[in-house]
């Protein structure tokens, strides 16, 4: 730890902390990530310009870990994850010249570690790891950047008989962070469910003009083998979604919805 600066070790002070405080055995990733949080440095002003919040995160860690019953005495190690992430996290700043890590390499460190529960936190609230990474790297860089989106907000359009696959869609969707409006006119990207023998109601055609003349994408969602005519619903691309693949399919759409975003940008 000699080379970290105060901030940076400031954070693991901050891990471990969390760590007792939901007495579990071990400091892990998600720790580390709710310890930047806490720390309030630059990384923190990084994490927060995604809607990242200390208490939101710190449920979702309690949600995935749980709660231990009993305070662990004694020293807590650090997982083999975090030990992962911390090395990265040095070598991230030699890479980019500097001697000392800083809360921002910190960051950088635990984005690298795909197998720890800071990158889970973080798709739970909708934040993309890259996108993070990216303005992690402007603010070593002394680059200013508007501020980032936070998570895009979806409605979803179907016929009364396509209800339950929507319900299931959208409840899966919240789950990795990404909010249902019920109001087209609040959200960012409209999901046209289209199940199959779909016919297009008065109310899911409302919709998408609705949505058409704000500019918001629409995409098509395709389930279970369902077809859409061409001519029938403009959309940035269908996405299918089977029920034998269903978690890696609204993971898919997901990432739909994000670069349909962009392309609305």
């Known amino acids: 730890m000699d080379r970290f600066t105060e901030g940076a070790r400031r954070v693991s002070a901050l891990a471990l ?5 939901l007495n579990h055995t071990a400091l892990g990733t998600g720790h580390l990530l709710l310890g930047l949080l806490g720390e309030g440095g630059a990384a923190a002003s990084v994490l927060a310009s995604f809607d990242l919040s200390l208490p939101g995160c710190r449920e979702h860690v309690r949600g995935v870990e749980g709660r231990g019953t009993a305070r662990v005495p004694g020293h807590l190690p650090f997982t083999p994850g975090a030990k992962r992430a911390l090395a990265a996290a040095v070598r991230e700043a030699f890479a980019l010249g500097r001697r000392q890590v800083t809360t921002e390499h910190l960051l950088l460190g635990l984005l690298t570690e795909e ?11 909708g934040v993309r790891a890259d996108e993070v990474r990216d303005r992690a790297f402007a603010v070593l860089a002394g680059i200013e950047l508007p501020p980032a989106w ?4 979806l409605f979803l359009s179907h016929p009364p008989q396509d209800l339950h696959v929507a319900g299931r869609i959208a409840d899966r969707l919240g789950d990795i962070g990404l909010p249902v409006v019920d109001d087209v006119a609040r959200c960012d990207v409209l999901l046209a469910v289209v199940g199959p023998g779909w016919a297009p109601t008065e109310a899911v055609l409302d919709h998408v003009e609705s949505a058409r003349t704000r500019s918001v994408p629409v995409i098509p969602v395709l389930v279970d083998g369902a077809e859409l005519p061409a001519d029938r619903l403009p959309g940035t691309g269908c996405v299918p979604v089977r029920h034998e693949t269903f978690r890696e399919d609204v993971a898919r759409l997901a990432d739909a919805v994000h670069y349909a975003r962009l392309g609305a940008g």
């Open 115 to 125: 197998e720890g529960l800071a990158l889970d936190v973080l798709a739970r609230c």
């Open 150 to 153: 936070g998570p895009a907000r």
């Open 17 to 21: 902390r969390e760590a007792r405080g």
